[in-house]
T-cell receptor
Framework: AQTVTQSQPEMSVQEAETVTLSCTYD???????LFWYKQPPSRQMILVIR??????QNATENRFSVNFQKAAKSFSLKISDSQLGDAAMYFC??????????????FGKGTLLTVNP | DAGVIQSPRHEVTEMGQEVTLRCKPI?????LFWYRQTMMRGLELLIY????????DSGMPEDRFSAKMPNASFSTLKIQPSEPRDSAVYFC????????????????FGDGTRLSIL
């Protein structure tokens, strides 16, 4: 079974600065997808960014980018020019690309990000 | 476009009562998921429907939990009788995909229902 580990329960960053959230995962599969979801205090789960494992190029969405290291099974999220609205719980998630159970999202325990003005 | 709609947003009830949570997936999505989020266990998949058919209910904690999807636009998660340990946030999510095929659509989540069992 796949596992996702977020080793930082909490992180903080100054407004306008850059912060990196860590995520590692364990899998024997070669094809899969990785995601970062954001959960603000409003509780909504918002997809921030996703990465296909077969793509070597790191995904980028505006101020959000990932550092995907397939061999190391690492998938970190970098938030540039942090804004107060970025304060939230961030979840890393894994999903298989193929197979009968490829619908399953496996989530990490989350990292609570605080943005200081 | 309307997102996944869940109701109620909050539910407080006494132990032993029946609880019904509702979900309307995004139109055109054929897959629906119910998740439970707790501090101790994080986000867990309870049940997965594809084309209104339950495909995987291995995450349903016990017989007190049941889920139905009578049509493509509606699903319910029922707890009967409810217990204090069922207190959690319950999320519904939907996506468009073919079972077993290469995934190409992310799951979209509703705002969740915060359930408190006293």
């Amino acid at each position: 079974a796949q596992t996702v580990t977020q080793s930082q329960p909490e992180m903080s960053v100054q407004e306008a600065e850059t912060v990196t959230l860590s995520c590692t995962y364990d899998t024997s599969e070669s094809d899969y997808y990785l995601f970062w979801y954001k959960q603000p205090p409003s509780r909504q789960m918002i997809l921030v960014i996703r990465q296909e494992a077969y793509k070597q190029q790191n995904a980028t969405e505006n101020r959000f980018s990932v550092n995907f290291q397939k061999a190391a099974k690492s998938f970190s999220l970098k938030i540039s020019d942090s804004q107060l609205g970025d304060a939230a719980m961030y979840f890393c998630a894994y999903r298989s690309a193929f197979g009968g159970s490829n619908y399953k999202l496996t989530f990490g325990k989350g990292t609570l990000l605080t943005v200081n003005p | 476009d309307a997102g996944v709609i869940q109701s109620p947003r909050h539910e407080v009830t006494e132990m032993g009562q029946e609880v019904t949570l509702r979900c309307k997936p995004i139109s055109g999505h054929n897959s629906l998921f119910w998740y439970r989020q707790t501090m101790m266990r994080g986000l867990e998949l309870l049940i997965y429907f594809n084309n209104n058919v339950p495909i995987d209910d291995s995450g349903m904690p016990e017989d007190r939990f049941s889920a139905k999807m009578p049509n493509a636009s509606f699903s319910t998660l029922k707890i009967q009788p409810s217990e204090p340990r069922d207190s959690a946030v319950y999320f519904c999510a939907s996506s468009r995909e073919r079972q077993g095929a290469e995934f190409n659509q992310p799951q979209h989540f509703g705002d969740g229902t915060r359930l408190s069992i006293l």
